[in-house]
């Protein structure tokens, strides 16, 4: 039998106490699994309403785990991976955690912009699992990083803790809405899957600029609004954006309050066979908030991304990006 891997044997560990625990406290897996990541990081069981049983069958699973035998990467992966399993029984589409090929790409585009930065802040004002923070954070070892993340979904802002925790990763969370005011220090990067749709509370949206003339706002507007406004002068903003974001209502104002507030890096239109349909379909928008002194690229950097399975694509797209560093910093 083939021996497994770590990513596969940390996995089972999730899998297996999460099941227990699901069972035990009748909750849902993604709750369950939550409880588990913590019991795991805090070495104790908090559960007192388990049985004894299920209390020792769960303990000797953590005993056999030893956690600081995996890499923080192991550790992202395999919880991403029990993640993935809990989110197949009910999630909305907006509450999808970000995956890990578009995480890996806006890693490395986040390591060019920051160009050997050895200290800096970085923001996700939709955190969610935190999947796509800590794969930031994981992949800038030569930085020392500190990163806030904010979510108004408490079951999906716990997984983010716990995923922190374990990963040793040093994040502030805040559990509100991300439209509401933020109590934070600027930050000198943002990273944003934006949540895509409508935003319910007009009395809020009023405050922002990208308000709808008419009925309610778009949310994935009013983020780039509230992230620009969190973000140093001369810092990086990095957005997953549905690809229609230039022709659905209010794209005249986004357009004004883009040439107003920031210059427009560049848009990469990631491959449709990682969407369901191509009205789900996305791209990463590059933005650096205006600076005085600092001026707009020479030329916008666009591409369509080729699937990533696709290396030697990937390569040239890659060369291509350095070209442009080149000719426009
Ligand atoms: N990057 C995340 C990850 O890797 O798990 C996924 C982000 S998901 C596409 C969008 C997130 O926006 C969801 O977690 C959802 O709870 C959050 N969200 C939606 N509306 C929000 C609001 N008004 N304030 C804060 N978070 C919000």
């Known amino acids: 039998m083939n021996e497994l891997s770590p990513i596969e044997r940390l996995f089972n560990t999730f899998d297996e106490t999460a099941a ?175 949540p895509v749709g409508w935003y319910p509370n007009d009395v809020r949206a009023a405050d922002y600029e990208l308000k709808a003339e008419e009925g309610h706002s778009f949310a994935h507007h009013l983020f780039m609004e509230q992230s620009v406004k969190h973000t140093k002068p001369g810092g990086y903003l990095f957005f997953l954006i549905p690809n229609g974001l230039f022709e659905e209502a209010g794209a005249d104002k986004l357009h004004r309050f883009f040439q107003k507030h920031v210059h427009i890096q560049g848009i990469i239109q990631l491959p449709l066979t990682m969407f369901k349909n191509k009205q789900a379909a996305k791209s990463i928008l590059i933005l650096q908030k205006q600076q005085e002194g600092v001026l707009a690229p020479k030329r916008v950097f666009l591409a369509n991304m080729p699937s990533m399975k696709d290396r030697q694509a990937m390569q040239s797209i890659m060369v291509k990006m350095d070209d442009w560093f080149k000719e426009s910093k």
């Open 20 to 194: 227990t625990l699901q069972q035990e406290l009748s909750c849902t897996y993604l709750d369950a699994l939550a409880e588990t990541a913590e019991n795991l990081f805090q070495q104790k069981i908090l559960q007192d309403e388990m049985s004894d049983l299920a209390k020792k069958r769960v303990w000797k699973k953590y005993e056999e785990t030893k956690l600081a035998g995996y890499s923080k990467e192991e550790i992202r992966q395999a919880y991403q991976l029990a993640i993935l399993k809990g989110m197949q029984e009910n999630v909305q589409p907006n509450h999808q955690m970000t995956p890990d090929s578009i995480g890996l790409f806006i890693s490395y585009l986040l390591e060019k912009f920051m160009r050997g930065k050895k200290e800096f802040a970085i923001l996700d004002p939709a955190i969610g699992t935190g999947n796509l923070l800590l794969t930031m954070l994981n992949r800038q070892p030569e930085a020392s990083v500190s990163a806030i993340g904010v979510d108004v979904d408490d079951l999906l802002l716990k997984l983010a803790w716990c995923g922190a925790n374990l990963m040793e990763q040093p994040v502030q969370l805040y559990n509100q809405d991300g439209l509401e005011p933020l109590f934070i220090d600027p930050a000198d990067a943002v990273v944003c899957d934006l």
